[in-house]
């Protein structure tokens, strides 16, 4: 029945938007009154203050029931004075921080220990001012209360003391500890007091004058009381949350009292740009997704925008939008989209003191239920509706979005995807613009064995086949035109079905790794038709890059027959390659992961490289970004001799990552890329360490296993299976690194970190693991670097 009853709200207040949408906006805002009166009713709360802005202007303003009950009963009044609670959060000591971090105090990624020496003991130096914000740091919830303490110093040097429960950065665990720290932190890089540096720098320009820590005496008849402390004494103008209390009322995460006509100013403020306490671009980026690229709680430093905690959004805002709430009953929601917000204060926990045994426990005090509903019907009555630029912002933060798995929330899809060659047969090879007349056009084509159409037929079978088009010339890339071959030695050969002459372009040298320039002269263009992992060290794409440039030099066109990126094209991971270390397995600086298809690539490397190639992409038809290669409906079909499944290839950005040292990845066994040993690993050991560090989406089975094949092959090696339990939020290349810090954590003497340089191409991030940074903490230092990454390949993708 509550169910019910809740569906039948939910489609009434959609009902009513539609024939209230006329209607004067107190009017169709009056439907918030019987919301608030029955929660009153029904004992979730004794009162409330409720303002509504929107375009600028309060558009509802008004006070419900009793600001008391006990000791004896208090009408509320619109000035009334609330216990903020975890308001305080972002109100003051987020406002505070993003400040001092506009004035170049710090920066976001930099470890708390840098400023605060004192809190890198207990594991926590690796622990960053990013993820206390987000809360991702891994802290306990709270400090210890059972034992007596007071003062400020006494809880700060609890918090420098305490020991993560989880590995920083593996989880959204909410915790007032981030906040105290951070309130340690504004005091640190201010030189004043908290409640001192809130007043002068936030509260005081924004002209919030009922808004302050440690609030007089004369404000106390209007401050709406909480409930009895330890000691039966009722809480009235003291701060409700107990540790805050200790600490003698003025903390980072708790402590400010507050009027909902200041909120109001505060939230109006943040909409208008920041009237001077912030710039409008670190609001953005305060208010966009900033938890680790894998976290699917989106959190902006210190704001709410799509977690657990987001029930004060309600069912039709839209997601995008920011917002926080208190333990008292205090409730803030800010919607840049439709240009309103919502201040909603009770002081819920006073029914705590009321005797009432008609609701259960959960909702006898609370207002998170109410919260819901009130933000449902305020974006129902006043009809919002965001503008179609707003809605692509709030698409590029919580949609489809490159760089937050939790914007990545697809199902999969049953596709149906023709890759290039499809639809070069379908347009009946216009691309290749066959001879009509006079001689056929010479064709070259550089494939191998993933290079089949729909039909199972081999590309090289079908353009052998074609009118006006003369077959010349075939190139195979590494593992040969057949892709079995696992040698440097690939020599040239004859294809048996058609008789054409097939070119090996590897070898062990750069001059072998290259297409031949007076074979290429020969020809009138050159297809191209390979099925690529997705992966920057996977030697295809720049076996391309290298017929680009020898394409250009020839005067010969190139013809990319596009196919899918099997582990999709809406993940970018991983720390970016350096400049000026190209090689073969790193062609153009780029992440690991990169997102892209071949024919992005080639459209990206010819543009930024300069290179001038004439180059035409022949895009698929069906395939979506966001399509991993089993929802293609198309065959797997091995690109390499030892990447057999999807499950293997998800896995290669990160394990293929640190083959180059002296570890087996599992080559000559039947699981390449899922296994990860050598002789002198422990495998409990080493699998009990990596399950500890509580690494996103992936598990480590410990087992034994003896390659046939490539290092430590006929040797019997200790290691781990990995399981991946959710590929989306894998962030693979990230996996890497935390392996290989893991092996030189525990067997320093015995891997041979160095060894896996050519492949990372990244010297900070090998510096970082060699050092004993936290993965984590090195991850963080990248993103910069691949957010303009991320930017630079929007001009080059073909698929949506």
Avoid at 301 to 308: E, N, Q, R, T, V
Avoid at 406 to 429: H, P, Y
Avoid at 482 to 510: I, P, R
Wanted: hydrophobic fraction near 40%; charge should be negative.
């Amino acid at each position: 029945m509550k169910r019910l009853s809740k569906n039948l709200l939910f489609f009434a207040l959609l009902f009513s938007a539609a024939a209230l949408s006329q209607a004067p906006l107190d009017s169709r805002l009056a439907v918030l009154d019987p919301i608030i009166n029955d929660a009153i009713a029904q004992g979730q709360i004794p009162g409330a203050v409720l303002i509504v802005g929107h375009d600028g202007q309060v558009v509802y303003r008004k006070a419900y029931g009793s600001r008391a009950i006990e000791p004896r009963r208090e009408a509320m009044t619109l000035d009334t004075v609330f216990d903020c609670a975890s308001l305080t959060k972002v109100v003051a000591t987020t406002t505070a921080i993003m400040q001092l971090w506009e004035q170049g105090k710090f920066r976001m990624n930099d470890p708390v220990a840098k400023y605060l020496p004192q809190f890198g003991q207990n594991g926590k130096q690796d622990i960053t001012i990013r993820q206390l914000l987000v809360h991702y740091s891994g802290l306990p919830e709270d400090l210890e209360l059972r034992k007596k303490w007071e003062g400020k110093d006494t809880a700060y040097h609890m918090a420098f003391e305490v020991m993560p429960d989880r590995p920083p950065g593996s989880e959204f665990v909410y915790s007032d500890i981030n906040f105290v720290v951070l309130g340690a932190l504004v005091e640190r890089l201010s030189g004043e007091s908290l409640d001192q540096y809130a007043t002068k720098h936030v509260f005081g320009p924004l002209g919030m004058k009922e808004t302050r820590y440690l609030p007089p005496p004369s404000w106390l008849n209007r401050i709406a009381p909480t409930e009895d402390d330890e000691n039966h004494r009722l809480l009235r103008g003291a701060v409700h949350d107990p540790t805050a209390r200790r600490m003698g009322g003025v903390a980072g995460h708790a402590g400010v009292f507050s009027t909902a006509d200041d909120l109001a100013i505060f939230a109006q403020a943040l909409l208008d740009g920041g009237r001077g306490v912030l710039t409008s671009p670190t609001i953005a980026k305060m208010t966009s997704p900033q938890q680790p690229v894998n976290g699917t709680a989106l959190r902006g430093f210190g704001w709410d925008i799509d977690s657990p905690f987001s029930t004060n959004r309600g069912e039709l805002l839209p997601v995008g939008g920011y917002g926080h709430t208190g333990y008292t009953g205090t409730s803030l929601w800010i919607d840049p989209a439709t240009k309103t917000y919502i201040v909603l204060l009770t002081n819920a926990v006073h029914m705590n003191m009321v005797h009432m045994n008609t609701l259960p426990p959960k909702e006898k005090g609370s207002a998170v239920s109410l919260r819901t509903k009130v933000a449902t019907a305020v974006a129902a009555a006043l009809a919002l509706d965001p503008a179609e630029a707003e809605k692509m912002r709030i698409a590029a933060i919580t949609g489809y979005n490159e760089m937050q798995s939790a914007g990545r929330k697809l199902a999969l899809r049953n596709g149906t995807v023709k890759t290039g060659i499809d639809v070069l047969e379908q347009t009946k090879f216009a691309a290749l613009h066959p001879g009509k007349s006079g001689p056929p056009r010479r064709i070259g084509l550089l494939t191998n064995q993933t290079g089949v159409d729909s039909e199972g037929r081999r590309t090289i079978d079908v353009l052998a086949n074609v009118a006006g088009i003369s077959l010349a010339a075939i190139f195979s890339p590494e593992h040969g035109v057949t892709g079995t071959l696992d040698t440097t030695d690939v020599k040239n050969t004859k294809d048996a079905a058609t008789g054409v002459q097939v070119y090996s372009v590897y070898g062990a040298t750069d001059a072998a790794r290259r297409p031949p320039l007076d074979a290429l002269k020969r020809l009138d263009a050159v297809v191209i038709d390979l099925a690529d992992a997705g992966v920057r060290f996977y030697t295809y794409e720049t076996t391309v890059g290298y017929f680009l440039e020898a394409a250009a030099k020839a005067g010969v066109e190139v013809i990319i027959l596009d196919r899918p990126n099997p582990i999709t094209g809406s993940f970018v991971q991983g720390p970016m390659s350096d400049d000026g270390r190209e090689n073969f397995t790193n062609y153009f600086p780029e992440p690991p992961r990169h997102g892209m298809t071949l024919g992005e690539l080639a459209k990206m490397f010819n543009a930024e490289l300069h290179i001038g190639a004439r180059l035409t992409v022949v895009a698929m038809e069906g395939w979506q970004r966001g399509d991993w290669f089993d929802s293609t409906a198309l065959p797997w079909v091995n690109p390499s001799p030892n990447l057999r499944s999807l499950n293997e290839a998800t896995l290669y950005p990160g394990v293929g990552m640190i083959e180059g040292a002296n570890v087996s990845v599992g080559r000559g066994t039947d699981t390449p890329f899922e296994l990860m040993g050598a002789p002198w690993i422990k495998a409990r050991e080493l699998a009990a360490y990596l399950n500890g560090r509580e690494i996103q989406s992936v598990r480590f089975i410990p087992v034994t296993f003896t390659p046939s094949s490539s290092n430590f092959a006929g040797e019997r090696c200790e290691g781990v299976n990995l399981i991946v339990l959710d590929r989306n939020t894998l962030d693979s290349p990230e996996l890497g690194i935390e392996l290989a810090s893991a092996l030189h954590k525990l067997y320093p003497s015995d891997f041979k970190l160095d060894r896996m340089a050519d492949l990372l191409v990244n010297q900070p991030v090998l510096e970082g693991i060699g050092a004993g940074e936290d993965p984590r903490r090195i991850a963080e230092d990248w993103q910069d670097r691949l957010d303009g990454f991320v930017r630079l390949r929007e001009k080059y993708l073909l698929y949506k």
